[in-house]
């Protein structure tokens, strides 16, 4: 997990891992389901079973992010945004609001299991 100011640093972060699982996280250091969230994305445990994930942490008390704020809808935290990158531009794959565990690790899950779909489809082009 890294710590995010502002748009150009977000969008550089996205660009450098753009083959991994993006999730842009919002939270607040006195926001108790986001110290809960955070716990759970920097533990050991989760490390492993979603070793592609990166996560962007965007504090919402800092000016430099109130556009990123509004941009992604972060009006109640905490807030995970996963995205990706198509081209030029960053698109969203899924929003959860609040601290909800199981709907963020299968978001990761479908995500990944897309990933490897897509993979598959192109192999079986390419052999033809």
């Given at each position: ?5 502002g ?101 990761y899950?479908s ?18």
């Amino acid at each position: 997990m890294i710590d995010i100011v502002g748009k150009e640093q977000l969008e550089e972060f996205i660009w450098e891992n753009k083959d991994k699982v993006i999730v842009i996280y919002f939270g607040a250091t006195w926001c108790g389901p986001c110290k809960k969230l955070k716990e759970r994305l920097l533990c050991d445990e989760t490390k492993t079973e979603m070793s592609d994930l990166v996560v962007a942490h965007l504090d919402v008390d800092e000016d430099d992010n109130n556009y990123l704020v509004e941009l992604y809808g972060a009006s109640t935290i905490p807030v995970q945004v996963f995205v990706e990158l198509k081209g030029t531009q960053i698109k969203e794959i899924k929003k959860i609001i609040g601290f909800d565990w199981i709907n963020f690790k299968m978001s990761y899950d479908s995500i990944i299991e897309s990933r490897s779909n897509d993979s598959h489809v192109l192999e079986n082009i390419e052999s033809k």
